[in-house]
């Protein structure tokens, strides 16, 4: 099983700042890897898939690099709304596993 | 637009089998170019994959998971369903299905969740 870390489990941070939030896999998942965005009660949304591509309707402000085994979800200029949880996610030999999440909250 | 809908008992006892269908609506559950899966959520947990289906009957299961999950698809119905058996307290937990496109790693279209409870 491919494990995903996240780092850092907490980012505190202020609207208008910039987060850089990291997901480093155990072995290589090419550029098989995604992004999503969880708000308390709510279903995750997809923000970037295969590494950095932009899901549909995602502001400019997410993006993503990297591949191999470490990736980057960079939000530049922090909206009052991008306070939530985040999860990177591989799909290898079509087994899929999740990071443990990194809580982005306002400082 | 694609809408999922997760239904079942939100109430399960220990011991029984966990039956949840997902009805697919604004397209059809056969379309070549993608798959359908179950995902789960402990209290206070993160997100943990059950498994996928194709139209077709393929299936891919958790490792973790294998011995206790069946997922099958009815196109009839545009829907695919999941079943867990000799459920615990441990698989309390929101259930959400989703759609996963085959020509990316990532799920596009979630449902809105479903929680479910195994207590006595």
Redesign the interface.
């Known amino acids: 099983e491919i494990v995903l870390t996240q780092s850092p489990a907490t980012l505190s941070l202020s609207p208008g700042e910039r987060a850089t939030l990291s997901c480093r896999a155990s072995q290589s998942v090419s550029s098989f890897l995604a992004w999503y965005q969880q708000h308390p009660g709510q279903a995750p949304r997809l923000l970037i898939y295969d590494a950095s591509n932009r899901a549909t309707d995602i502001p400019a402000r997410f993006s993503g690099s990297g591949s191999g085994t470490d990736f980057t979800l960079t939000i530049s200029g922090l909206e009052p709304e991008d306070f939530a949880v985040y999860y990177c996610q591989q799909r290898s030999n079509w087994q899929v596993t999740f990071g443990q999440g990194t809580r982005l909250e306002i400082k | 637009q694609l809408q999922l809908q997760e239904s079942g008992p939100g109430l399960v006892k220990p011991s029984e089998t966990l039956s949840l269908t997902c009805t697919v609506s604004g397209g059809f559950i056969s379309g070549s170019n993608y798959y359908w899966?179950w995902i789960r959520q402990s209290p206070g947990k993160?997100?943990?994959?059950i498994g996928?289906i194709f139209y077709s009957g393929s299936t891919?299961y958790?490792?973790s998971l294998k011995s206790r999950v069946t997922i099958s698809v009815d196109t009839s119905k545009n829907q695919f369903s999941l079943k867990l058996s000799s459920v615990a307290a441990a698989d309390t937990a929101v259930y959400?299905c989703c759609r996963?496109p085959a020509w990316?790693?990532?799920?596009?279209v979630?449902?809105?969740?479903t929680t479910v409870t195994v207590s006595s």
């Open positions: 899966g993160g997100l943990a994959w996928s891919y958790n490792p959400y996963l990316v790693g990532g799920m596009d979630w449902g809105q969740g």
